[in-house]
């Protein structure tokens, strides 16, 4: 019960935090190569993990097959567009469009229109039926957001951008529901491995045409890098990965509602962004429809 809990409270306290070291790291770097440098570190560190993991398993059932998941090509390659969907287009996207000028505020509003896409389009790909507890919860969840940032929604939309973000919300998107459909076909660590590889190499072709890399190796960078590799890609992402597996896709996709606004609090503690009344009660409103969306499972 408690690991029921506490799991996705950990995912979206991690998640969250993914945003504001990516506000320290791309004032160090540009952001599609700090993305190719973390998405290569991360693919060696899933490798390491995985030997690790077979190499305990052989020791303790040195009988018994270490894996009897489905691999078979089409697996893997569908694996692989997983990857570069969630990894490479959804935060590439979002990246991109902070980078020609578009606010956080709007590109986290857009984003966070995810669960609702996401349980809508798996009514008729899962025959996921939502109570009406739950599609209140959307609709509250929702509403907790719009209150959370629309303190920060002034100021100009470049188009670009706009496009660049909402690129991004399909891309999750469809990345989520694909990893829904075939995430018991292949383990979770030989899984991770291909997306993030498939990540990397998505993240290469981008920086050999549509970018100049830089990159200056300094402790804020360093340590923005660090955490989003060790906690963001090798946390989050396992454990959303396992939430995704384990829960209907309304309950999974409504815990992104919780991200804009833990993400305001977490700046506000870090770099003293103001947060409002008006924010805490978007927070609180958000909170009441993350719950009932998870309380009741879909018929």
């Given at each position: 019960m408690l690991f029921r809990v506490f799991l996705p409270l950990i995912f979206v306290g991690l998640w969250s935090s993914a945003f504001v070291t990516a506000k320290v790291g791309v004032v160090y770097a540009t952001p599609f190569a700090m993305l190719l440098v973390r998405f290569t570190l991360v693919s060696l560190l899933f490798l390491v993990m995985l030997l690790a993991a077979r190499w305990w398993q052989r020791r303790r059932s040195p009988h018994n097959q270490h894996d009897s998941a489905d691999t078979t090509p089409s697996v893997i390659l569908l694996t692989a567009l997983v990857g570069v969907l969630l990894h490479g287009i959804y935060l590439g996207s979002v990246f991109f469009a902070l980078s020609v000028g578009l606010s956080a505020g709007i590109s986290a509003l857009i984003?966070?229109?995810?669960?609702?896409?996401?349980?809508?389009?798996?009514?008729?790909?899962?025959?996921?039926?939502?109570?009406?507890?739950?599609?209140?919860?959307?609709?509250?969840?929702?509403?907790?957001?719009?209150?959370?940032?629309?303190?920060?929604?002034?100021?100009?939309?470049?188009?670009?951008g706009l496009i660049s973000v909402t690129i991004g919300l399909a891309a999750v998107t469809g990345g989520t529901l694909l990893q829904k459909k075939i995430g018991k076909q292949i383990g979770l660590l030989p899984g991770n491995i291909i997306q993030t590889v498939a990540a990397s190499l998505f993240f290469i072709v981008i920086c050999s045409t549509v970018e100049t890399p830089r990159i200056s190796w300094e402790i804020p960078f360093i340590i923005a890098l660090a955490w989003q590799i060790v906690l963001?890609?090798?946390?989050?992402?396992?454990?959303?990965?396992?939430?995704?597996?384990?829960?209907?896709?309304?309950?999974?996709?409504?815990?992104?509602?919780?991200?804009?606004?833990?993400?305001?609090?977490?700046?506000?503690?870090?770099?003293?962004?103001p947060l409002t009344l008006f924010s805490l009660t978007g927070f609180a409103v958000t909170s009441a429809g993350v719950y009932l969306v998870t309380r009741y499972k879909s018929a």
């Open positions: 984003v966070s229109l995810q669960p609702i896409l996401a349980s809508v389009l798996a009514i008729s790909l899962f025959s996921e039926r939502l109570r009406m507890q739950q599609i209140a919860g959307i609709a509250i969840g929702l509403l907790g957001v719009v209150l959370v940032l629309w303190p920060k929604l002034g100021g100009s939309m470049p188009v670009l963001v890609s090798a946390g989050a992402y396992l454990i959303l990965m396992v939430l995704i597996q384990r829960d209907s896709m309304a309950a999974t996709s409504s815990l992104m509602f919780l991200v804009p606004p833990v993400t305001a609090v977490i700046a506000a503690i870090g770099f003293n962004e």
